[in-house]
């Protein structure tokens, strides 16, 4: 599940997020095939499989690959190492052209959060890594090497940074930076923090650093088109979001391809001209209840959403993650 690296010591460690609402969105009907495109610590992976599904489940985190594999023995789950983005490419490897069911649960894992080494959470120290995938640019090699400039517009865009200019005339400043520790210190002088404050004034500064050397948003858009090519008709979409960016990219994905779209005006009729709707109107957004808030924390800011593939040929329309403070 993914969360927020405040929150990175939190006891409640690998509880899928709205899994109940997951299946339900899903209506998994035994034998049919479906697409775990995170599989982490095989939470939903594992869900689905004890719903009947014959599941493909896809990770770019070797660690998790590896350590996932006793679960997938145990399951039937098939465990792919690889992008979601090249669900369709991988899957017509292993002779599967169309699927019943594709799961998103976007942004860092729970396991990747928890671990200090992998250097994506601020609540303990280690290396300025932040790489899902353990291989090219890190965060430690883009805070680095980067203009001052490109790091203020990475704040600002994916972390929201309204103070993103003063954050990044610090870290240029302190360069090197090598360690977590650094990095939070920096942020935090810049900012000014209170112990007593209830968020830790670096947590913006490391989701959009996060955001940025993983390309989490491009390959989100690309993982959206590549359900959207191979989901058969009446074919189920869920995605879990964490953070407002996230969201609206999917918000606005399936708006789009549902042909939902404002028209100007809701008395006057839908426009007839344009691609035929790959998906049907979307269910409306799930966030999680008090239940869930009690039994997992770091679901509070979870958005769930869901719709049903049509039998409309994949549609030639872009989706962009520009705009996305609109």
Known sequence: MSASPDHAQSPERHIPVLIDEVLDALAINPGEVHVDGTFGAGGYSGAMADRGARVFAFDRDPDAIREGQALAEEKGVTLIAGEFSRMEELLAERGVTSVSGVTLDIGVSSMQLDRP??????????PLDMTMSRSGMSAADFLNNAPE???????????????SRRVAKAIVEARPLERTGQLANVVRKALGHKPHDKKDPATRTFQAIRIHVNRELEELERGLEAAEAILEEGGRLAVVTFHSLED?????FLRNRSGSEASGSRHLPQRQSGPAPTFERPAKAVRPGMVELARNPRSRSATLRSAVRTSAPVSSLPISTRNLRS
């Open 117 to 126: 080494e992998r250097g994506f959470s601020f609540q303990g120290d280690g």
């Open 149 to 163: 400039q490109e790091i203020a517009d990475i704040l600002y865009r994916y972390g929201e940074e309204p103070r």
């Open 248 to 252: 609206r990219i999917v918000k606005q």
